[in-house]
């Protein structure tokens, strides 16, 4: 036993001495370099080095044609350079505590509701103890009636609260005026008015007659990612602008209330939750913004017809609409995540790990088939994790294909248990977690990491600006002492 903890301590440092080799070989080459020309000139001594360096010939001609060349370069690379994508501040919505729906209330209603099908009220219980979620999440005011009440009126009413209150937020900790919004980007998924959400926040705001808006709808919980990503694309046609996207799902007109177990499940998973969040490519905002946009990677599946079908609204035998979730989710989640990860892998992985992971597949290719792949450490190139919070299931998997330790999804299974799955907006929870605990520091790396109905697994890096405070506000801001919690296996009710 001694000898196998001394073989892999010496493996670890052999590993950690090859990536620091290869990720700054440059710099070594260079240090190299310049040493030995310094030993060289030692060797000739001052009269031969100065004698060398007048026997070099330099044609005025030359050096102002080079000079000319190298500003002409550097202005068409700095013209053709992109905007930065600043992430300046956002803001979660907060449910009030009258939206809190305890266990014992979900499965008292669940009871009431399905009183002529206990199979499925069992079924949504053994759900809810596996399901990863606390007593202190949040349905709306709708779905608290007996039985729910999912009109369009109540459905807008949830929207107003949601969006609303996020924008409020927004505007107070951004000191950012209606007037100043160039670009407006709305997601929800399940619920689609007319006159859109969009819509719906330009007249509340009073905002500018050419706003650019859009309104993103059947996108499922990545959309908040791909929100990000339109975004950016507007920011890199429109200059000196401000961009606010606001993610949320609307609960209200998408409450199961028939007897299809693969239709229950959203049930037990789905709460209210909303995010606002503004992005500019100003460059005075470099200051005071948070974040800076490195990448955004997105991947479909959806020419595949069990990707396509595995999250799909549709009636059931009754002609209740619902949310259907396939059992083969979890395993086109995986090669979603692989297609999205192989993408992504170049363009933030230290050197050390491509050549590691370049090396493994040769061998294996030229060697021996059986060699196991190398799975990169994406722990070298990121110090934070926001993967979405869909449900136990989810966090567990990706924990474990990416060999993140527990630390690594704390803020998303934190963020399952107090809220829920809030949908595109979870991310932005799980970060304000990592924020409220204090652990945000310059420089840092975050990736975010969403799935969604089509079937889409989109990602999102971005780099700490600036050493963020511990917020005093937010939606963590009454109960971040007490995480983060133990979450059992089973929660026997």
Not at 247 to 270: D, H, V, W
Request: proline content about 5%.
């Amino acid at each position: 036993m001694p000898s196998m903890l001394q073989n892999s301590s010496k493996n670890k440092h052999a590993k950690l001495l090859f990536q620091y080799f290869v990720n700054h070989i440059i710099t070594l080459t260079f240090l190299t370099i310049m040493v030995c020309i310094f030993i060289e000139s030692l060797r000739l001594g001052p009269y031969e080095t100065l004698n060398l360096f007048n026997s070099l010939e330099f044609d005025i001609i030359h050096i102002l044609c080079s000079m000319f060349l190298i500003i002409f370069i550097s202005t068409i690379y700095l013209m053709s350079k992109p905007y930065t994508i600043y992430l300046v501040d956002y803001a979660c919505f907060k449910p009030p505590i009258t939206c809190r729906v305890p266990f014992a209330t979900f499965m008292e209603h669940s009871r009431i509701i399905l009183k002529d099908n206990p199979k499925s009220v069992e079924f949504q219980m053994r759900m809810l103890e596996r399901s990863g979620l606390g007593e202190e999440t949040s349905l709306p005011p709708a779905i608290h009636y007996i039985p729910p009440n999912p009109t369009m009126e109540e459905a807008r009413r949830e929207a107003e609260l949601v969006i609303f209150s996020s924008m409020d937020s927004l505007f107070e900790k951004t000191g950012l005026k209606p007037n100043n919004i160039d670009i407006l980007i709305v997601n929800c998924s399940l619920f689609s008015p007319t006159p859109s959400l969009s819509a719906m926040v330009i007249n509340k705001y009073k905002l500018r007659r050419n706003i650019k808006s859009f309104n993103l709808s059947g996108m499922g919980c990545s959309a908040g990612l791909i929100s990000i990503d339109l975004a950016r694309d507007l920011l890199q046609v429109y200059p000196n602008s401000n961009a606010v996207v606001v993610s949320t799902e609307i609960i209200t007109p998408n409450y199961y209330q028939g007897k299809e177990r693969a239709m229950l499940l959203p049930n037990c998973l789905f709460r209210m939750g909303g995010a606002a969040i503004l992005l500019s490519n100003k460059k005075k905002e470099h200051k005071r913004a948070k974040y800076r946009l490195l990448q955004v990677v997105r991947t479909h599946k959806g020419a595949d017809d069990k990707a396509y079908r595995c999250v799909f609204e549709e009636e059931d035998r009754e002609g209740k609409v619902g949310i259907s979730l396939s059992k083969d989710l979890m395993a086109i989640a995986g090669e979603a995540l692989k297609s999205n990860i192989t993408t992504i892998g170049p363009l933030v992985l230290p050197a050390s790990e491509q050549l590691l992971f370049l090396l493994t597949l040769i061998g294996k290719k030229v060697f021996n088939p059986k060699w196991k792949p190398y799975i990169p450490d994406f722990k070298q190139a990121f110090e934070h994790f926001c993967i979405h919070a869909g449900g136990r299931a989810v966090i567990d998997e990706l924990q474990k294909n990416l060999q993140l330790s527990s630390e690594h999804v704390e803020a998303s299974r934190m963020t399952l248990h107090r809220f829920g799955n809030t949908s595109s907006s979870s991310l932005w929870y799980e970060l304000n977690y990592i924020e409220a605990k204090g652990r945000m520091k310059k420089g840092d790396r975050i990736w975010q990491i969403a799935f969604g109905s089509g079937f889409k697994c989109n990602s999102a890096v971005w780099k700490c600006n600036r050493s963020i405070k511990t917020p005093i506000d937010g939606p963590w801001e009454d109960c971040i002492d007490r995480y983060p919690v133990h979450i059992p296996e089973i929660v026997r009710l």
